[in-house]
């Protein structure tokens, strides 16, 4: 689970960084609150991973990351991991809309869901450009800026390489270039 951990953290710290540097939250009064409680929620204490506020339009998007193990018993989307976490997560949080609901926000409650293996869910460019308002261009170089950091060395890597196969499915070189 550490892996895994690690991989949710990495992903989320690049999304952070672009939902800050969005041309969206400069234009209005936007407020980004990451990985803290809802003000004034009564009840346990929630802690989306990420709250953007737009006081001018009276908007909010709940979004929350997660990082599922891939697994899908048939060709069917909606059994999947995948879709079954993203569900989770939003019933987790349904509490959290309800809340903001009451307060007069417009809010959008949504998952990021992605496999342990880099798997994407179906909803995840939606939650990008509607909800957290990011542009395709910089959604396309956020995935490649994480995939460049996973390549680099000294990144965590399993010590032995024996017997596994690579990211494009070949087998892997034996002088660690590849």
């Known amino acids: 689970m550490d892996a895994v951990r690690t991989r949710h953290d990495e992903a989320f710290k690049v999304i952070e960084r672009k939902v800050a540097a969005s041309p969206g939250t400069h234009a209005d009064r936007v407020e980004l609150r990451v990985n803290q409680t809802v003000p004034s929620l009564p009840g346990p204490a929630l802690r989306p991973d990420l709250q953007v ?16 193990f891939e697994e899908q018993a048939t060709d069917d989307p909606r059994t999947s991991s995948l879709a079954w976490i993203a569900e989770l997560k939003r019933t987790k949080y349904d509490y959290v809309k309800r809340h903001l609901d009451r307060q007069g926000w417009t809010v959008h409650l949504s998952a990021l869901v ?9 909803g995840n460019l939606a939650v990008y450009t ?49």
């Open 114 to 122: 992605y496999g342990s293996l880099g798997a994407v869910a179906d």
């Open 53 to 68: 506020y737009n006081h001018s339009k009276r908007t909010v998007s709940v979004v929350d990351l997660a990082v599922a």
């Open 130 to 178: 509607k909800h957290l308002g990011l542009l395709n261009r910089r959604i396309w170089n956020m995935h490649c800026s994480m995939h460049r950091a996973r390549q680099r060395p000294g990144h965590s890597r399993p010590a032995s390489r024996d017997n596994q196969m690579t990211e494009t499915g070949g087998t892997p070189s034996h002088n660690g270039l590849r």
